[in-house]
């Protein structure tokens, strides 16, 4: 089960994060597992593989707003990078930042394991 400290770990902003969520641990932490078993990461990468960069944008601008509001900093950071690169229709190798994008997914899943 995750904890406030895994996060801390993780990078997350988990004053802020909890902050949003009233203070409540336990709603702060379901959210945040809830968010790392979330199919939109997929969803992203199968659009932007395919070409659809405007669907890649919508799943990133999305996903973006909701782990800026988890304070989850690491993939925040992450997410706003792509969001940018798509909304600006960038035609460039979008694969280093979609791997990076994974990986720290799949470490915020295995926290909430």
Known sequence: MITVEDLQ???ADTATGLKRCAGSEP???KLVA???????????????NSGDLKSGFEYA???????GNLSLTPLYEKM???TELLRAGA?????????EISDLKNE??????
Not at 34 to 48: G, I, R
Not at 61 to 67: C, E, P, S
Not at 108 to 113: H, N, R, T, V
């Open 34 to 48: 809830k968010v790392a078993s979330q199919n939109e990461f997929d969803k992203l990468a199968e659009a932007v």
């Open 9 to 11: 770990k993780f990078g």
């Open 27 to 29: 709603l702060y932490l």
């Open 61 to 67: 601008h999305a996903m973006k707003g909701v782990l």
């Open 91 to 99: 035609e460039t190798d979008y694969a280093p930042l979609l791997k």
């Open 80 to 82: 706003s990078a792509i």
């Open 108 to 113: 915020l899943q295995a926290l909430c394991s």
